[in-house]
């Protein structure tokens, strides 16, 4: 199954991501939004970070999920090669997300060909339609 998709965007990115889940479409999500910066697929998994964002709906989710990535990144020059064991949850009216995030510190090894400044709602759907499709413009 295809697990993202760009398409032509003005002055930034704007992606689909799919997954059977919720959790597959937001781990897509996560990686299209890394593939913007890094090559995902080269990246070691020697580091792990657990990653725990709360949000009042599923879109406040994605972006901090999301968010996740770019702080990591400025913080811990982490850079994320795969999202595992996401679990969203929805109690009392607000939904809760807890993954953990296995990658690499960055060094010489890796090459960092892009730049994600920030998350945006700007055209931010959440769908399911048999399956799951998440669709995200980020600032480059």
């Known amino acids: 199954m295809e697990r993202y998709r760009f398409f032509a965007h003005t002055a930034d990115a704007k992606f689909q991501a799919?997954?059977?889940?919720?959790?597959?479409?937001?781990?897509?999500?996560?990686?299209?939004?890394?593939?913007?910066?890094?090559?995902?697929e080269?990246?070691?998994h020697k580091v792990t970070h657990p990653v725990e964002v709360e949000g009042r709906d599923l879109k406040q989710l994605l972006s901090g999920f999301l968010e996740e990535i770019i702080y990591l990144l400025d913080t811990k020059s982490f850079l994320?090669?795969?999202?595992e064991n996401i679990k969203i949850e929805e109690k009392e009216n607000r939904?809760?997300?807890k993954a953990l995030f296995k990658g690499d510190h960055y060094s010489d090894r890796y090459e960092i060909f892009g730049?994600?400044?920030?998350?945006?709602?700007?055209?931010?759907?959440i769908e399911n339609s048999g399956r799951f499709m998440v669709q995200v413009v980020v600032d480059v």
Do not use: C, H, Q
């Open 18 to 40: 799919f997954g059977e889940t919720l959790e597959e479409a937001f781990s897509n999500a996560a990686l299209a939004t890394v593939s913007l910066m890094w090559d995902w």
């Open 42 to 44: 080269r990246i070691e």
């Open 80 to 83: 994320l090669g795969f999202p």
């Open 95 to 97: 939904y809760t997300l």
């Open 115 to 125: 730049d994600v400044k920030a998350i945006t709602y700007n055209e931010m759907e």
